[in-house]
């Protein structure tokens, strides 16, 4: 086995520097490291140490254990004893943090989710009072209405050809009338006419037939 060498950590929490041990390691070696790992691991829960540090210590002290065990088998029982102890409760942090970043990524995705929300409802009011506005001299292309569900009727997977002026309405094919009528109006099951269709269509881009 290669001569063992402490790990470099933080200087401003673990001074002083470890000594390089003897090899193979004496058990002052290992006292010395256990301290180490011991106060990192307390470190850490109070965030002050890093994890990283942290498992590098306890990974010097496991390594210490180990090459001392070569030569001295009764530390390689020792060994299976002590480091469960040392290690699971690191690993637990580690998994509550992986927890709390869970919770916080679901809390973010939550926010974005309200903010998609309002930025659709800003675009269909904007949208509208454009359209309200426009007269029939003016020749500025109507605004994309969304459909009921948020979803632009231009897009996939409707791919509707734009209501981009009224004559645009009133030509509009009796499939995309139809496919335009069921974005709008996704709860009216009634039979509609032809031209009660086309006017609810224009109600619903905010235009009035006439213009």
Known sequence: MPPLTPPVVDGAIFSPSLPDPSD???PH???RAASYS????ISCDQGIASRKDTAALIKYEHDLLHAASDVNPELENM????LPNLITPLLQGIKDDISA?????STIKDDLTAVKGDLSRVRYISALAHNATRSSWNYEKLEVVMFQNGVDPTCAPHNLPPLSSPEAIQNLSPTHRDAYFQGYYPEDRRRHSVSNKLQKIFMAVGVRAQD
């Open 79 to 82: 060994l299976k004893r002590v």
């Open 38 to 41: 011991r106060n990192a691991q």
């Open 101 to 105: 970043m869970k919770d916080d990524i």
């Open 29 to 31: 070696d290992i006292v």
């Open 24 to 26: 193979p390691p004496t």
